[in-house]
């Protein structure tokens, strides 16, 4: 495979993985919240701040990628001069 596949891959793997977690985050963080407005009735307002928290999430776990695990890396260098 190549470098940007792999790349690519991450990206999408990252990006799920982090919107199921922002989700988790933001439902963990305002589950009052979340179950006040469903009882009342009011599904719109959690289902946006829970697409909101997800989109986030996504959102650091791409821009967070290991320098390491770009394809423009180029790793470490050794010395040409013999030490």
């Known amino acids: 495979m190549s470098k940007w596949l792999d790349f690519l891959f991450t990206l999408v793997v990252r990006l799920i993985c982090g ?29 946006i701040w829970l697409a909101l928290c997800g989109l986030v999430g996504g959102a650091i776990a791409i821009f967070t990628v290991p320098r390491w695990q770009t394809p423009w890396y180029k790793g470490i260098r050794t010395r040409k001069d013999g030490e």
């Open 19 to 47: 919107v199921v977690l922002g989700s988790g985050a933001g439902m963990l963080i305002s589950y009052k919240g979340i179950l006040r407005s469903f009882s009342h009735d009011h599904l719109k307002g959690p289902i």
